[in-house]
């Protein structure tokens, strides 16, 4: 088991590593000349270059990148190149609000998709499974930004359950807070939840074929203690989907936080990359990298857990 | 065969699959109707600027965010831009933004992905790292990069959607090709000499298509949001018309002009909704699907006669069933597999029940145990167990019979334990839950019968994982949890045959002993007349789901009426002298190479 632990570390490392030197090199290939994006076209080329100067553009590009990375491993990002705050300052007060959304989003998504998928997996055929199987077939495929649309003229504008607009800090209120991040968590969900919904049903349906299954019975266990074996080891690929979401729910947040003006990592992202701040596009990037490789790495937990058959090998 | 006689064979299966799958795809409401739909839409994007009223982005300024009306059918934008040309244009963008992403993504994916599966090796690894990373970037961040630095290219920035939608392609190319890799007439095709790339084009290639096509159903789909995602972030050359540009507007002046913001929603709706409907409809009709079993009883042919007999008084038999018929329902219609057959076996008796796959044999045993599979379906004249009539017993009554009257020994070992949970586990549950024993007496019950079938550490038995024990000891797990409930009839399917030879006669003697001990009446299925011999007092030997002879163990070896029987013995015996021989042989090679 630890042996299994430390190389999921590893391979955690090693992909921030190689999206890290990808995204750097990337963004000084793609954003040739910040200091035009930065100042604007009316500077003029001393003022360019003396901004050039102030945060190590005329130096070679490998010098800026091990500048950067090896403060990056001490948790320095740098100074942003638009306001000359702190990077990691910066991202500290964005990434609550981010991070809320998401983790509600995934929330919603496992509750609700592990429900779906467990009663349409066990009774395939009925018209719950027909009726979840046809809205997942539009529901995966529609965007949450969409979504999101439909859901603030529907419950924020017609109805006015929800504000339409806005990010209350649980610190002030955490009903407000509550209230602000349930209709962007909803948006972000609803593709998630059908894939869940669709991924656990067919794993559901694999297992019931199993013969242990019938063994199972045989012995006496009543059909919901059954179901309970059948849905932990039908549960991996859930979970597995699950920590995928997660990953497009960050993508979707950057576009549904633009839609209820919340003050997170999207607008950050949005704005940073109109700017050519980047060394912030580059913590942003780090950040939600380290968020993806630690869902993946309570992911290959939760699995082991699970499948004993992991923990060995 | 020749390789071209199976590449003929093969060509002429997989054109006539083709063909018929699109047709039914054609004939499907949820195939023609989405795809009429879609084509529409890809000509009022390719017709643009012939169906377009003006042109998208020319202004008149007395139309600033008009309504609807004769000059302008959907109204004008803010800056008063016919709204019905910006939308007709806008599938223009949108169609050929998907296409770029299309062409990115297959181009990189399926390549790549053949090789990964065909070749394996190091570029498998290297590659399906890659692949992986690149589902867990969040694809957004990179996107608002490369706009920022392409200065909002829009073909720069749609190959770049397509360069994240590569993993869906590579997985799915590398699975469909691992799949084909492992079949004969690959393995043919490359024994005859034809080259990897001749096979991976004329036969790889064929296997990889139908789920690409469906990949790309919904790559499509999800690429349209993902371009009008970056066009509502403002992403974009505002006079190229898009729908997402024309969302962000309609969003900004929602409050006012909700239609501004329904005309591109909607378009965008049902764009990616066909397209998921397409490629559904595609997954399903690819799909072997299983037949579902109908409730209602089918029109019944004229029933054969029952066949086999009851021995003794029902009320005193350990189990009788009367006139048991099985049906199934395959992708042909219904099919009986079993046609009425009668059997009994009295307290403390052994029966075997003879005959080769397909016989019956273990559907007859799961009607017993009332756990057919489910598209199975049994009616019986009558069923008695342990003296009792339990035909008419709702399926929770029959349930209860299970771990109290009925064990149960399947026939092979390590499949039919729960991988997930301890063995311990699964013979401690049973007990608790139907014998309602605490926690403490089945433990002590569960390592009571794992000692008593002959496992000397029980403990380290019950803390084990069932991949961590060998095929020999997990059969006498699964026997040991069909008498734990000290069952008066014990059901065993082909108990022996998944097992090594030496371990086979051991089994069999400890279920002789058990069923002495426990004075249970014993039912062992098997297709292996050794296995009659040495353990049953009577056999029934089954054919083509009837019974065509049964009787005394003695006196059926001694004289078998039926020839089948006769061809069953002698089978049975041929394989044993066949063993036999085979051993010899490899002894006296052993010898000669020594």
């Keep these: 088991m630890l042996l299994f632990t430390t190389k999921r570390v590893l391979s955690g490392i090693l992909l921030l590593v190689a999206v890290s030197i990808g995204t750097f090199f990337l963004a000084h290939l793609a954003i040739s000349d910040p200091t035009a994006a930065l100042l604007g076209t009316t500077a003029s080329p001393a003022q360019q270059a003396a901004l050039a100067e102030k945060i190590g553009l005329d130096r070679p590009l490998i010098q800026q990148f091990w500048d950067w990375l090896s403060h990056a491993v001490l948790l320095d990002f740098g100074m942003s190149w638009r306001n000359f705050q702190p990077v990691g300052a910066q991202l500290a007060i964005k990434v609550p609000v981010t991070l809320s959304v998401v983790t509600f989003a995934t929330l919603i998504t496992a509750l609700i998709g ?27 495929a529609l965007p949450g930004f969409w979504v999101s649309l439909v859901l603030v003229i529907w419950f924020a504008v017609q109805l006015k359950w929800f504000p339409a607009v806005g990010y209350v800090p649980p610190t002030q209120s955490v009903d407000g807070w509550l209230r602000s991040i349930t209709l962007p968590a909803i948006s972000l969900a609803l593709g998630g939840i059908v894939a869940v919904s669709e991924q656990l049903r067919n794993a559901v349906i694999a297992q019931t074929r199993q013969d242990w299954v019938r063994t199972l019975r045989s012995r006496g266990l009543s059909a919901t203690r059954v179901n309970l074996h059948i849905l932990r080891n039908a549960s991996p690929a859930a979970l597995t989907v699950i920590a995928l979401m997660f990953v497009g729910l960050l993508s979707g947040a950057i576009v549904v936080e633009q839609i209820f003006s919340l003050p997170g990592l999207g607008q950050l992202t949005n704005q940073s990359s109109q700017n050519g701040d980047i060394p912030m596009l580059l913590g942003i990037t780090v950040i939600s990298i380290v968020f993806v490789v630690v869902i993946n790495l309570l992911l290959d937990l939760v699995l082991g857990w699970i499948n004993p058959k992991v923990r060995v090998a | ?39 529409a839409i890809v000509l009022v994007g390719v017709f643009a600027p012939l169906l377009a009223p003006m042109d998208p982005n020319f202004v008149d300024l007395t139309a600033a965010k008009a309504p609807p009306g004769p000059e302008h059918l959907l109204g004008g934008d803010s800056t008063g831009r016919d709204i019905l040309s910006r939308l007709i244009y806008g599938t223009r963008t949108t169609i050929w933004g998907a296409l770029i992403t299309l062409i990115t993504s297959v181009v990189i994916g399926v390549p790549s992905g053949v090789a990964a599966g065909y070749f394996g090796g190091a570029f498998d690894r290297v590659a399906t790292w890659i692949s992986d990373a690149l589902q867990s970037i969040p694809g957004m961040i990179i996107l608002l990069v490369v706009a920022a630095g392409s200065r909002n290219n829009f073909e720069v920035l749609m190959a770049t959607v397509g360069v994240f939608m590569v993993p869906g392609y590579f997985r799915i190319s590398r699975s469909q090709t691992l799949a084909v890799r492992g079949e004969a007439y690959i393995d043919a095709a490359r024994v005859s000499g034809l080259s990897d790339g001749r096979i991976i084009f004329r036969h790889v290639i064929k296997a990889v298509y139908p789920p690409v096509i469906i990949q790309t159903a919904l790559t499509a789909g999800i690429a349209m949001g993902m371009q009008a995602g970056l066009q509502f972030l403002g992403i974009g050359d505002s006079n190229v018309p898009s729908w997402g540009a024309m969302m962000l507007e309609g969003f900004r002046l929602m409050l006012t002009y909700p239609l501004m913001l329904l005309w591109p929603s909607a378009a965008l709706g049902l764009t990616i909704a066909v397209l998921a409907i397409m490629g559904s409809t595609l997954a399903e009709l690819v799909q072997v699907r299983t037949p579902r079993v109908s409730r209602r009883r089918a029109d019944a042919a004229p029933a054969a006669p029952a066949t086999g007999s009851a021995r003794h008084e029902a009320a005193e038999s350990a189990l009788r069933i009367e006139n048991l018929r099985v049906t199934h329902a395959t992708p042909s219609g219904e099919t009986e597999v079993v046609h009425g057959v009668t059997l009994d076996v009295a307290p403390g008796e052994v029966v075997g029940i003879v005959g080769e796959s397909g016989s019956g ?59 997930s949970y301890t063995i311990g586990h699964q013979l401690v549950e049973p007990l608790r839950a139907t014998h309602g024993m605490s926690r403490a007496a089945a433990k002590a019950r569960a390592r009571a019968v794992l000692e008593r079938v002959g496992l000397t550490d029980p403990d380290r038995v019950m803390r084990s994982y069932p991949h961590q024990v060998s095929g020999g000891m997990a059969q006498r797990v699964l026997i040991a949890g069909a008498i734990a409930g000290k069952p008066s009839l014990l059901v065993a399917d082909e108990p022996t045959t998944a097992l090594d030879v030496t371990v086979q006669a051991e089994v069999l003697e400890l279920l002789r002993e058990l069923q002495a001990e426990y004075g249970m009446a014993l039912l062992i299925v098997t297709h292996n007349f050794g296995v009659v011999a040495d353990i049953c007092d009577r056999v029934i030997v089954m054919r083509g789901g009837d019974i065509v002879e049964s009787g005394q163990v003695d006196e059926l070896f001694a004289a078998p009426a039926e020839p089948y029987t006769r061809e069953l013995i002698a089978a049975s015996l041929d394989d044993a002298a066949g063993r036999a021989e085979l051993d010899r042989a490899a002894a006296q090679h052993t010898e000669v190479t020594a």
């Design chain 2, 361 to 419: 044999k273990s559907q007859t045993v799961f009607s017993v145990l009332d756990l057919l599979p489910s598209t199975g379906r049994a009616s019986a004249g009558a069923i008695w167990v342990g003296g009792k009539d339990v035909t008419r017993a709702t399926g929770k009554a029959r349930q209860q019979l299970l771990g109290r009257e009925i064990g149960y020994v399947p026939q092979e070992p390590m499949s039919n334990l729960d991988p």
């Design chain 2, 1 to 39: 065969m020749t390789t071209t006689d199976i590449r003929v064979a093969f060509d002429r299966a997989a054109q006539k699959r083709r063909s018929s799958l699109f047709r039914r795809f054609l004939r499907h409401p949820g195939g023609w109707i989405p795809l009429a739909i879609f084509l």
């Design chain 1, 114 to 140: 592990i429900g779906f998928g467990m009663i349409t997996g066990l009774r395939p055929g009925t018209w719950f499974d027909r009726i979840i199987k046809g809205l997942s077939v539009v529901l995966f």
